[in-house]
């Protein structure tokens, strides 16, 4: 499934350098990459094609930022995401493909919102985000929309706001808990068919921009104030929501 023009070259190199910045750490970036590849290749189509490409990312800011991962997080978030999952896997099979953004769009800007105000009132719900049903609340919707869009950057990094991570075990974290399921959706992705031997050619050409990508986002993230990144990953996430509910 090969690209068209140059212009659908051009949008897939940014796209592949987007998922680096998103692997970075900027969570809020994915919808980038989303976008870009749901309009070469449709939003259903994308979903497969970018896959291996998240996976090639979460290898390298894996690397970067493994050693910083708080794996209580990680323990905690996977079993109900894989549940997401598989709900979402299902839903493929009946759900309008017209219908995936604005739902997910819908509830990364009911999150957003939500943490927005809890940091204008920090007792407000400061019993909640640690909450074993806060959870699995979120795990399921971190299953369900990266099942249907591949768009969990946002609500997982708003998870991990809530119970107020610092930026480095944010990011790593981010990037086992990523890596490990992103690994499990291929056998999804696979019997859906949209994960095929083009696909995968077209995913080794455009790694080394996804590599790029995440040496530009480290050193950002390494420079700039915890409260600004917090402040930033709100910002991109609100901006992620309205792309998704309008585009």
């Known amino acids: 499934m090969p690209p068209n023009s140059i212009t659908d070259w051009l949008l897939l190199a940014i796209a592949a350098f987007g998922i680096g910045i998103t692997k970075s750490g900027f969570s809020g970036v994915s919808m980038v990459h989303v976008i870009l590849f749901a309009f070469v290749f449709g939003a259903r189509n994308s979903t497969g094609i970018v896959l291996p490409m998240l996976i090639a990312g979460d290898i390298f800011a894996m690397s970067v930022y493994g050693k910083h991962a708080n794996w209580r997080y990680v323990r905690r978030m996977m079993l109900p995401t894989l549940t997401g999952v598989v709900m979402g896997w299902l839903m493929m099979f009946r759900l309008p493909e017209a219908y995936y953004r604005p739902l997910i769009g819908a509830i990364i800007f009911g999150l957003t919102v939500l943490q927005i105000i809890r940091l204008w009132k920090e007792k407000w719900l400061a019993d909640v985000p640690h909450a074993a049903w806060f959870a699995w609340s979120m ?59 083009d696909t995968l050619a077209l995913n080794a050409m455009l790694i080394p921009l996804i590599a790029l990508g995440l040496w530009v986002g480290t050193r950002i993230i390494r420079v700039i104030p915890q409260r600004l990144f917090d402040s930033l990953i709100l910002i991109l996430t609100g901006v992620a929501s309205f792309r998704l509910l309008f585009w």
């Open 139 to 197: 795990g399921i919707l971190v299953g369900l929309t990266t099942m249907l869009a591949n768009a969990a950057g946002p609500v997982f990094g708003l998870y991990l706001l809530a119970i107020g991570l610092p930026k480095l075990e944010f990011v790593g974290t981010a990037a086992w808990f990523f890596l490990l399921l992103n690994i499990v959706k291929i056998p999804f992705s696979w019997s859906l068919g949209l994960i095929r031997l």
